[in-house]
């Protein structure tokens, strides 16, 4: 007579039949339902912003279906957002590749060739969507973009006019045409263009933006002010929204206190947010208060993170201003340990050398400068003074591009690139890339 199972081998013997099922219809599974899965999980990531956890899923899916072009196409637009151009430029020329037919690939290959100043390249794609499609909007658009950036204005005017009868609703292209008549000086015409990509789109604060800026250019500052301050009440926690009022009551106003309250309340509102205090740093130090501009970048430097290096060249140069000259050599070997070639770095440190009467290597500092950036224009004054100082005043100056301007005050500031650090980063709708 058989024995009856006992409670725990009848409950093992399900648990493996279950496991063998499981791994059975795991494997059983199509390349297309794979595909789909992972094609799924990309575009809930993307659409979640979390593009590092899009590329890995469309890397998984093209694993499965390598020749798919529209794989290729959505992994080289995330490529896009992760700021990764090589990569990017790779997956669409593959996308076109395996699809020669495939416009939005080859629309955003051609922005890309913009962006990056490669005109031929980019015409060559635009002039192939036009030939598939001669009435599509962007591929126009584009092509008046590159009659801009070529100087052929009467061209890019006529192109820009013929998408505005395709579709005289569309907002950015009146976006485009308030920038174009902006740069051709015809105010009226821009505002009038502004003004209706605004009605369109109320929404879209890079044409209330670019109104506002057109205004105040042709001394409208009441109504820039108007904007300006809608924008940043309608978007409390937009940092980028709040400085620019910031600097707009400071600059164009003149009004400190305001200009100072703005920065007081959003750093009450986000006292963790780095780059909104290096961006206050950066204002305090316009409203000539070096010590609240310090509290704020040793705050950032503290923090540390990717603004810490910044906030370290910011605070370096007020140290310079005040004679303190242990600290500021104390920050810059800081930065210039971690990137021998920073720019900022090596202008400051030349600045230091100088006050130190160190004046060959200011000189060798300067020159590094002017290796990477021959239009430097304070670095070839600080370069001066520092032969002056060392040959006497019959000795030969370093020569000077006409490019670089006209020799600035000895207080100048420089002004610092800080890539990705805007809220709206890149250039506003509507106008050409790469400009």
């Given at each position: 007579?058989r024995?009856?199972l ?13 496991s ?5 219809g ?19 990531f ?17 694993q ?17 957002y ?14 076109i ?30 002039q ?12 126009l ?12 204005t ?26 174009f ?11 009038k ?21 057109v ?77 609240a ?12 993170g990717?603004?810490a ?5 910011s ?12 600290q ?8 210039l ?15 230091l ?28 004054y ?17 020569e ?7 020799a ?15 809220a ?12």
């Open positions: 007579m024995k009856p006992r409670p725990a081998g009848l409950i093992w013997g399900l648990l493996v039949i279950v063998l099922l499981f791994f059975v795991g494997c059983s599974s199509s390349p297309e339902q794979q595909k789909a899965e992972h094609l799924q999980k990309a575009r809930e993307v659409k979640a912003k979390k593009f590092s956890e899009a590329k890995i899923e469309y890397l998984n899916a093209i499965v279906a390598p020749k798919d072009a529209q794989l290729h196409y959505q992994l080289g637009e995330v490529y896009l992760l700021k990764d151009g090589r990569k990017a430029v790779r997956e669409l020329q593959e996308a590749k395996l699809d020669p037919q495939l416009v939005d690939a080859k629309l955003k290959l051609a922005a890309v060739y913009m962006a990056a100043r490669q005109y031929e390249a980019a015409e060559k794609l635009v192939q969507v036009l030939e598939q499609e001669p009435r599509n909007i962007d591929a658009t584009a092509y008046g973009q590159l009659q801009w950036r070529r100087g052929d009467a061209g890019a005017e006529k192109t820009f006019s013929q998408v505005l009868e395709l579709d005289p609703k569309r907002a950015v292209t009146h976006l485009l045409l308030g920038n008549y902006a740069q051709q000086r015809q105010v009226d015409k821009a505002l263009h502004l003004r209706r990509a605004v009605e369109l789109e109320p929404a879209n604060i890079n044409a209330s933006l670019t109104l506002a800026r205004l105040q250019a042709s001394g409208d500052r009441e109504g820039a002010r108007k904007i300006y301050e809608q924008l940043a009440a309608a978007h409390p926690d937009d940092k980028a929204l709040k400085f620019v009022l910031a600097n707009f009551y400071l600059l164009q106003l003149g009004d400190r206190q305001r200009a100072e309250q703005v920065i007081t309340d959003f750093l009450r509102r986000h006292p963790e947010d780095m780059e909104a205090r290096l961006m206050a740093g950066d204002l305090y130090r316009r409203l000539g208060k070096a010590d501009a310090a509290d704020n970048y040793r705050q950032v430097i503290k923090a540390g990717k603004d290096n910044l906030a370290r060249l605070l370096a140069e007020i140290y310079l201003g005040q004679r303190q000259l242990d500021a050599d104390a920050l810059l070997a800081e930065v340990a971690q990137d021998a070639k920073n720019i900022k770095g090596l202008y400051l440190r030349g600045r050398r100088l006050a130190q009467r160190r004046l060959e290597d200011a000189v060798a500092d300067f020159s590094s400068v002017l290796q990477q950036n021959p239009d430097f224009a304070l670095a070839y600080f370069q001066g003074l520092a032969h002056y100082a060392g040959l006497g005043p019959g000795s030969r100056l370093p000077r591009r006409p490019a670089a301007g006209a600035p005050a000895h207080g100048e500031k420089v002004c610092r690139r800080r890539g990705g650090s805007q709206h980063p890149g250039p506003a709708a509507g106008q050409p890339a790469g400009a």
